[in-house]
T-cell receptor
Framework: SQQGEEDPQALSIQEGENATMNCSYKTSINNLQWYRQNSGRGLVHLILIRSNEREKHSGRLRVTLDTSKKSSSLLITASRAADTASYFCATDAYSSASKIIFGSGTRLSIRP | EAGVAQSPRYKIIEKRQSVAFWCNPISGHATLYWYQQILGQGPKLLIQFQNNGVVDDSQLPKDRFSAERLKGVDSTLKIQPAKLEDSAVYLC????????????FGEGSRLTVL
């Protein structure tokens, strides 16, 4: 079973625009992570936000976490062609801190 | 620092045949994960090791899948016999310790079952 579900499933935007992806999860968590996957490659970690944090920044990335709504969002500002990839959220269930479960992903396409 | 190594990168077999995938995690990483990623879906956890002990294998189809991590370092994932629905990318990941921080992924092993 998948803990997280991303929304939208696919997103196509113009280069330079901002991209927002959302993740909803079911159970209480210790932390939430976002990963990127380029076509045919492994996943690369982007950012981790802990359950007691509400917002975190890393370069052009901004992540928010709302534990009351069990949701998170990933904002990529000033998108570039190289940002074209699939993005996944991953959560660890509070009751099983070591088990990291991935969502279904958002496929992001950046049009030049 | 060397990353997570996986082999083979690609494998094509016929149904009912067997296949094995190998993973070498980052040196010193105690936790090792095997995920199955079917095309268009997110990675699904198959099995998790802490050193050479199994932490979670609740999603592993044990009638056909097996995995081991000898000496708490390298790991192999075996499928025997393979079914058409096993066609997927098998991703290995490692982390310094369980429940803390990011996972480091290999490039994956793409399996096609005909």
């Amino acid at each position: 079973s998948q803990q997280g579900e991303e929304d939208p499933q696919a997103l196509s935007i113009q280069e330079g625009e901002n991209a927002t992806m959302n993740c909803s999860y079911k159970t209480s968590i210790n932390n939430l992570q976002w990963y990127r996957q380029n076509s045919g490659r492994g996943l690369v970690h982007l950012i981790l936000i802990r359950s007691n944090e509400r917002e975190k920044h890393s370069g052009r990335l901004r992540v928010t976490l709302d534990t009351s709504k069990k949701s998170s969002s990933l904002l990529i500002t000033a998108s570039r062609a190289a940002d074209t990839a699939s993005y996944f959220c991953a959560t660890d269930a509070y009751s099983s801190a070591s088990k990291i479960i991935f969502g279904s992903g958002t496929r992001l396409s950046i049009r030049p | 620092e060397a990353g997570v190594a996986q082999s083979p990168r690609y494998k094509i077999i016929e149904k009912r045949q067997s296949v094995a995938f190998w993973c070498n995690p980052i040196s010193g990483h105690a936790t090792l994960y095997w995920y199955q990623q079917i095309l268009g879906q997110g990675p699904k956890l198959l099995i998790q090791f802490q050193n050479n002990g199994v932490v979670d294998d609740s999603q592993l189809p044990k009638d056909r899948f097996s995995a081991e991590r000898l000496k708490g370092v390298d790991s192999t994932l075996k499928i025997q016999p393979a079914k058409l629905e096993d066609s997927a990318v098998y991703l290995c990941a490692s982390s310094p310790q369980q429940g803390v921080g990011e996972l480091f992924f290999g490039e994956g092993s793409r399996l096609t079952v005909l």
